[in-house]
């Protein structure tokens, strides 16, 4: 088989990608005339660096869950059951998630918009915050992804770099999407507070987008350059403490103190 046979099959199969992609009809109408520039490409050129880019871009915008979501799973039984198997003690901080299960519980029985909190979970180091975020997930039997923020050093790995530049790439937010294949994940920004200090102001101003109810359902990508609804994905975000955050992003957070296991508490946890 010769290489433009090769990048002919490929096209095919990105063509059918996109007929099974339920793209945003603006997205869906770029990426059909990218399909064509890409033939044109492959006519023309044979294999180039303009090639892969554009077939690398469509590989991108049809693999991102623009609409598939996981159903939530709303059991206080069930989350109970999984927050006791997780971890031991911490009262307060189960008991404020199955607080947060009943409303939902509520709304969706009065089809009220779910509204997605964000949860900044405040504690020293081994006392079980990202355990917790993952329990969160696990107990509404919804996806998980983390991203590491400690020593994050560019706003640019959330925002991701725009297709003009020669490394260009989706950000963080988006490859975590794509690696968990729903629109409604729960989102870990694991280590919030410990940002580079040259790059904290852009990306704690990215930091407020995601968490703002009133901006982060058209969170914009540089590389993918569509809006993306993020309005239903659950971000819980994690801290040593909240000297290195902004004030913006506090206001943004529902702050959860994790409490530190007394030594009883973690010989009990070692035995068990």
């Known amino acids: 088989m010769n290489s433009l046979t090769a990048q002919f099959d490929d096209i095919k199969l990105l063509e059918d990608k996109l007929k099974n992609s339920n793209l945003p009809p603006q997205l869906l109408q770029k990426a059909?005339?990218?399909?064509?520039?890409?033939?044109?490409?492959?006519?023309?050129?044979g294999y180039s660096e303009e090639y892969d880019s554009v077939a690398r871009f469509l590989d991108w915008i049809t693999s991102i869950p623009w609409n598939k979501k996981s159903e939530d799973v709303l059991s206080l039984d069930v989350a109970k059951k999984v927050l006791d198997s997780n971890h031991f003690g911490l009262e307060k901080i189960k008991e404020?998630?199955?607080e947060f299960i009943a409303v939902e519980n509520l709304k969706k029985a009065k089809n009220e918009k779910f509204h997605a909190p964000a949860f900044l979970l405040l504690g020293l180091v081994g006392t079980g915050k990202t355990t917790m975020a993952y329990s969160i997930a696990q107990s509404l039997g919804r996806k998980f992804g983390r991203i590491p923020m400690g020593g994050m050093g560019d706003a640019l790995q959330l925002r991701g770099r725009a297709r003009a530049y020669p490394d260009a790439e989706p950000g963080q937010v988006m490859k975590v999407l794509r690696r968990v294949g729903t629109?409604?994940?729960v989102i870990l920004l694991d280590e919030i507070d410990r940002v580079t200090d040259e790059a904290k102001a852009d990306i704690m101003g990215v930091l407020v987008e995601l968490l703002d109810p009133e901006q982060n359902n058209s969170f914009l990508d540089h590389f993918i350059d569509h809006p993306f609804?993020?309005?239903e994905v659950i971000f819980v975000t994690t801290a040593n403490n909240t000297a290195g955050i902004a004030t913006a992003v506090l206001d943004r957070l529902e702050i959860i103190e994790m409490p530190s296991y007394t030594d009883?508490?973690?010989i009990i946890i070692g035995k068990n």
Request: proline residues 4%; positive net charge; aromatic residues 0%.
């Open 96 to 98: 404020r998630i199955l």
């Open 264 to 266: 009883e508490q973690k």
């Open 183 to 185: 629109k409604n994940p």
């Open 32 to 45: 059909q005339a990218n399909i064509e520039r890409l033939v044109r490409l492959a006519s023309a050129k």
């Open 229 to 231: 609804d993020l309005s």
